[in-house]
């Protein structure tokens, strides 16, 4: 089941947000798969703001998905699944409930920003239907020199685009 997430979900989403973490140690990233998850008070900003999703299996959150409105597109700003409930089409729901928001609200598209070379990352979101694109805007610009700032470019990124 997916819902609008509460405040009671808060620090349960910065858990899932850990979790859905570790496998990039695998990877060889262990600066990401010991990143800080997002804020409390982020958290409830995208959660008041009802710009925040959580899917529930047995009552409990499991993943969510957070978004802003970037250039005009519905950004994807983080989704996130427990690294035990992965690979069972939680994320590709969460997308889908962030695509039919959006739709709603008259967005053009969905866009996010991910790594290359991680298989749960660029190569899924494509395989969702998103490409690669070549000319972003100024507001995701300004995401991606945050991202930088914040050392993510030591692995390959790329911003990603769904046409709704």
Do not use: K
């Not at 250039?71 to 089409?89: L, P, T």
């Not at 709603?104 to 494509?126: E, I």
């Amino acid at each position: 089941m997916i819902r609008v997430a509460r405040e009671d979900d808060l620090e349960v989403l910065q858990d899932i947000e850990r979790s859905a973490g570790q496998p990039f140690a695998d990877l060889g990233m262990p600066e990401i798969a010991g990143d800080e998850p997002p804020s409390l008070a982020d958290l409830r900003a995208y959660a008041d703001a009802g710009r925040a999703w959580v899917f529930e299996e047995d009552g409990q959150p499991v993943a969510y998905v957070i978004v802003d409105l970037v250039d005009g597109n519905a950004h994807i700003e983080q989704v996130s699944v427990r690294a035990e409930s992965a690979r069972r089409g939680i994320g590709r729901a969460l997308i889908e409930q962030v695509a039919g928001w959006a739709r709603a609200r008259g967005c053009p598209a969905l866009t996010l920003t991910s790594f290359v070379d991680v298989p749960w990352n660029v190569p899924y979101y494509q395989r969702l239907g998103f490409v690669r694109m070549t000319d972003i805007g100024p507001e995701l610009r300004a995401i991606r020199a945050r991202e930088a700032a914040h050392g993510l470019d030591r692995w390959p990124r790329a911003c990603l685009r769904l046409a709704l």
